[in-house]
């Protein structure tokens, strides 16, 4: 019966988001800003950046080569927010919940207690790997489209394995801490504030290494940086190798640090499998807070 219970309320959470048009557009406006802004004018700015210093470094050419790099790292980064900002939006259902009083009438229904905190992150899981999925593909479709395609096959899983594992742990983050808030006004400032700041903080509009020293350190304690650097590691590594192998060997591992592919950790570099451990821990730790969480929450109830 608790498993049916789960089920049935997983989707019926998941519905309720998705039915909610204004809320899944909300959900993809910090990447849909990535995006705008990088057309409208960061990507030529960058591009025309790029190709100044290739020229000091007496390289001609590499329009396209250094087109198809800023294209993977604009991608990159809106995919990143992407991760971050559906969860924060889908966790909205727990608030409507319990403003409406359905969170205390779920308590006092015969299943088990864990079942509808569980419901609530699997429902949040559900959306933002659905949604996350779709911008994804859109990301492999305008690479392609654009006919800069230089991922392989093992980029692609990466990007996959990647996208599910930033999704579980921004989840089990945001689930955290969005149970602590009881308003829907709190929760709606809790939005705008992360949606607006996020894409800055993991680096999706400049790159980290633009930032003050500080700034760049407090970066690296934010889960969704790790996750900038996996998509940025899968998606613009066949465009630095490309770099490299046409225009330039050095300053091919120049933009590798520049745009963040790697993190100086306090001395420690960061590569991509520190990365995917990084996002494991915080997908343990805040599963295991959440479920402390929901058992004092229950003793109080009692």
Known sequence: MNGYALWMLTRRNLKIFLK???????????????????????GRIQEDGLLAALEGMGVTGGEEQIGAFCDSWMLAGSLSCACITVPL?????????????????????????????????????????????????VCF?????????????????????????????????????????????????????LGTVVGFLIGAYMPISYFPDAVQKFTYFIPGSYTAGLFRNFMMGGALERISADLSPAFAEGLKSEFSLTFD??????????????LACVAVLFAGLNVLAAFLRGRRKR
């Open 20 to 42: 909610d048009k204004a809320n899944v557009f909300f959900s993809l406006l910090a990447p849909l800003i990535v995006l705008a802004l990088y057309v409208l004018f960061l």
């Open 89 to 137: 939006c889908a966790c909205g259902i727990m608030i409507q919940d319990k403003a409406r009083g359905i969170s205390a009438d779920l308590l006092i229904s015969p299943v088990a207690k864990w079942v509808t905190p569980a419901a609530y992150f699997c429902s949040v899981v559900a959306a933002g790997l659905a949604i996350g999925a779709v911008v994804l593909a």
């Open 141 to 193: 479709i305008w690479l392609a489209a654009a006919g800069i395609w230089l991922l392989s096959a093992l980029d692609v899983l990466g990007c996959i394995a990647a996208l599910v594992l930033s999704v579980v742990a921004s989840s089990t983050l945001l689930v955290f801490v969005v149970g602590f808030f009881r308003s829907q006004g709190a929760f709606t400032a809790l939005n705008i504030i």
């Open 265 to 278: 950790f306090f001395g420690a570099e960061v590569g991509i499998s520190a990365m995917f451990v990084v």
